[in-house]
Every structure is written in C-alpha cells, then in structure tokens.
C-alpha cells in the first residue's frame, strides 16, 4: 500500500480487514511501497510521516508483526534491483496497455518513465517473495496479470525461479465514497480516516450522497440504489438491517437519521482500532522497530531470490570459470 498516511475506510474495507484474515493462514509479507509514492506528487520532508502514519494503520487494524513480515519498501533495496533486471523480459507495448497507465498519463504534458515501469517494480514486489497468491481489488489484476506474464518470460529465458501468482480477490467489491460517484479514496476527499473520532466521522457521514429521489423525509427510498444503506452493510449490526431498509422503503425513516445509525455503526467499529493506535503513537520507536525487524526478514528472503536470479543471468562472474587466464601488470 502506498504511504499517503493515515488509512481511510476505502483501504479498510478493499484490503486491510482483508489482510488481517489472510495472516491467520498464510506466511504474508506486508508492505508499504514509499518508492511507488515517488511517481506522483509527494513532499520529500513529509513522506517519513506519511511512512510512519500507514505503519501505526497497520498495526491498529490488526496486522500481527510476530505472524506477518510489516515493512518499507525502500529498506529492501532488492526491490528496485530485480524491477531492473525485469526490464529485460517486459515488452514496452504491454506496459502502454496498462489502464491505469493511460489515465493518468493522458492527464499529463509530460510523461516520467516512472509511470510507465510502475507495474515493473510492482511485479518485482510480488515475485521477490516468490508470493503464490496476491490480494487484489478488481482494479488492480491487470497489473498482477501483467506480473505472472512477466515471471513466465523469464523463467522461459532464465530457468524456473518465479512462481505465477494467483489473485485473492476481496469480498467488499468496489468501495464507493461517500459521493456515491467515485471510488473512495483520500484524493477525492470521500472517505472517513479509520481513526477519527465520532464527532468526526458524524461531520463527514452526514454529507454521504443517498437515494436521489428521495426528495422529503416520507419520499419511500430505494435501499438497493443508495449508498449510505451500502455502508451499513459492512458496519451496522446485521439484525438492525432489515428493519433499515424496510423503513427507507417505506418513507418512515428520513436519510437523516439514517446517516446518525451509519455514523454511530462506523465510530463504535473503529474504536478498539483508535485505541490500539493511540497505544503506538505514544511509543513510536515500537513502530520503527517492528519495521526494522521486518525489513530484516524480508531482505533474508529477498537476497534467497536474488541469488538464484543473478546466477541464472550471469552476474555471478567471480563464481564463473574463466576463460582466459590474465597475469598480473
């Protein structure tokens, strides 16, 4: 996950909750991509924080150090090394198909090379681990097509090192902001942080776009079209459910008080995650020793691959026998 600081409830639901059950089946590494921050607009002076505020996220939704591998990115500098090497094997027309690529450079005058070899060092992230399977949204398994098309190339040309890994698609589907339009994030100021108060999350919830036509308190509503009711589906207590749609439908329940249940549904799930995080944020140096004892675990399995991948390349050259035998000047 890139480090734009503090998760919001987009992250929670489209990968973190997810991320949580994962570790309780599977050896899983977790990182937080700060070299993937540096293609768009980021404050060098600010990204420490920004670093250190996901690392507290991740901790306080319940990601488990002595279970999972929680770590920077730019601390295994392995990572940037085999995005290299990958340039040998990824043709340049398959990373210009990329969907995100073409939004995101068709919104600008000049294009770093960056965006393009994005997915590059996103497959590298992936295959230094040899990871077997990948959680993924939706939005996101052209890029991990794109890895497995990669670790086929060149194991083809270089031996069998990489494994294809498998997509885990999460159960939450596409999160829609609270504008009911666009798909929730930080940027487009939708979401709520998943350490704000009640207070705050009341103030951001009470602007959630809902049934448009619903005009009046009474107007019956349509539960399956509004967002809000959506949202109460991954927070509100299930037995509350059925008697929320049924008095939107009906009209005897405004969207109102409708967003009071949602904002108190969200505040009530979220405190045990404030708690833990206010416990890290008094003690920063546990966050960066979790850190440091991640990157630790993962540069030992990042440098098992990597010596099996500059083998299979012929960068081993001391180990090669040599052809020619040179004497001293």
Known sequence: MQPSGEAHLGNYLGALRQWVHLQEEHACFFCIVDQHALTGDFTPAELPKRVFDLAVSFLAVGLDPERSVIFVQSDVPAHTELAWLFNAVTPVGELERMTQYKDKSARLESIPAGLLNYPILQAADILLYRAAAVPVGEDQLQHLEL??????????RFGDVFPEP????????????????????????????????????WSRVRTAVTDPQRVRRDDPGRPEVCNVFSLHGHFTDPALIPDIAGQCRAGTR????????????????????????????????????????????????????????RKAMGLVWRDASPAHSFSAP
Not at 147 to 156: L, S, T
Not at 169 to 186: H, N, P, Q, T, V
Not at 263 to 275: K, N, Q, T, V
């Open 147 to 156: 890895a497995r098309e990669i670790a086929r190339k060149w194991n083809a």
């Open 166 to 201: 498998r997509p885990i698609l999460g159960g939450a589907g596409r999160i829609l902001g609270l504008d009911g339009g666009a798909k929730m994030s930080k940027s487009m100021d939708n979401t709520v942080r998943i350490l704000a108060g009640p207070d705050e999350v």
């Open 254 to 309: 405004g969207c109102v008080d409708c967003k009071r249940i949602l904002a108190a549904s969200i505040a009530d799930h979220l405190a045990p995650i404030r708690e833990r995080a206010a416990e890290y944020e008094a003690h920063p140096s546990r966050v960066y020793e979790i850190l440091e004892a991640g990157a630790v675990r993962a540069r030992a399995e990042a440098e098992a691959t990597m010596e099996r991948v």
